[in-house]
């Protein structure tokens, strides 16, 4: 597998309409395969996610099962000019690194949301609703954390090692639909321990929540400092 970086240039009108679009750049990502490229052999799928360092800098992450060619985004979005629009590498290394007890920072964008009925309507079917509140998305992945295989220890202040950086609703129309997508938003950073290697790695490779075609679900790890 491998995990992809690239930095948008946010000033071009092609990133614009990516930025604004969880539709449109997932289709973006996916046109960076073959069409048959792009499920992961372990059962997962080729997820993404948006950092948002700054206002103006933006950075994608793809991770896939063969590595992505990115040309049509650099013209698009990026830097044509420059060498080396992305840097891909391969993931499979730090897989199998993962051992129980080992912390890792985190960084993860989800779709954090519960299912219910709307009451308004007798005999309505299960839906999902998003967690709008900041408490209720924390929740959400504290009491998911273990069936991913990890705990979020405390810190120095007693309380779990997480943080929201962002948090944001999303509106956008999928293809062929009149009837707009509203999506909650979170972005989790945080230290995590590892409880069963195995059970994270297959949250990582497959992606954790809803909404993985729309830029949710891809946790990122590094050395907890």
């Not at 992305?86 to 989800?110: C, H, I, N, P, V």
């Not at 308004?120 to 299960?126: A, F, H, Q, R, V």
Request: hydrophobic share 35%.
């Amino acid at each position: 597998m491998y995990l992809t970086r690239m930095r948008l240039n946010t000033a071009r009108r092609g990133a614009g309409k990516l930025l604004g679009s969880p539709q449109a750049m997932h289709a973006a990502v996916l046109h960076g395969f073959p069409s048959e490229a792009a499920a992961s052999p372990e059962g997962g799928r080729t997820l993404w996610r948006l950092d948002f360092e700054s206002r103006h800098d933006a950075l994608l992450y793809v991770l896939s099962a063969e590595e992505p060619d990115l040309t049509h985004l650099v013209e698009q979005a990026g830097w044509p000019t420059r060498s080396g629009g992305w840097e891909s590498r391969r993931y499979d290394t730090l897989l199998k690194r993962l051992g129980a007890g080992q912390r890792w920072a985190f960084r993860l964008t989800a779709n954090p949301t519960r299912s219910g009925r709307n009451h308004k309507k007798e005999g309505s079917p299960t839906q999902h609703f998003g967690h709008v509140t900041a408490g209720q998305q924390v929740d959400w992945l504290l009491h998911r954390a273990e069936r991913f295989g990890f705990t979020v220890p405390t810190g120095s202040s007693g309380e779990p090692n997480l943080a929201l950086r962002r948090r944001e609703q999303r509106r956008f129309h999928r293809s062929g639909s009149p009837k707009p997508v509203t999506l909650q938003f979170a972005t989790y950073e945080g230290v995590l321990e590892v409880e069963d290697p195995e059970s994270l790695r297959g949250a990582l490779v497959s992606g954790i929540g809803r909404a993985k075609a729309y830029g949710c679900g891809l946790m990122t790890l590094a050395p907890a400092g």
